[in-house]
């Protein structure tokens, strides 16, 4: 089993950042890929990015690329969001989640996931 918990949502302005964490803990997680997905509401849950277990590999929804950058640090088994020049339509609740394979963009192919941080741009 591997547990997550995201951090770091709250209310921005538009055009500002946030910083999301998702700490990982249980059965290895530093070996899963990661990945952060959203939900706006009445909305389907999208991909935002993803991350290899080593890091080397990054992907990004074309909505965000050039905007947002996934990391992860392995020794505190945590991964991060950095959002920048955030928008109004960025608002959702943000997930991470855990995929046993060795890269995973499609919700479907996570196993573990968090239960959500609140991120909120006013215009």
């Known amino acids: 089993q591997v547990q997550l918990v995201e951090s770091g949502g709250g209310l921005v302005q538009a055009g500002g950042s946030l910083r999301l964490s998702c700490a990982a803990s249980g059965r290895t997680a530093s070996s899963y890929a990661m990945g952060w997905f959203r939900q706006a509401p009445g909305k389907e849950r999208e991909f935002v990015a993803a991350?290899?277990?080593?890091?080397?590999?990054?992907y990004y929804a074309d909505s965000v690329k050039g905007r947002f950058t996934i990391s992860r640090d392995n020794a505190k088994n945590t991964v991060y969001l950095q959002m920048n020049s955030l928008k109004p339509e960025d608002t959702a609740v943000y997930y991470c989640?855990?995929?046993?394979?060795?890269?995973?963009?499609?919700?479907?192919?996570?196993?573990?996931w968090g239960q959500g941080t609140q991120v909120t741009v006013s215009s």
């Open positions: 989640a855990a995929a046993f394979t060795g890269w995973a963009t499609k919700a479907y192919e996570y196993d573990y």
């Open positions: 991350i290899t277990w080593s890091g080397s590999n990054t």
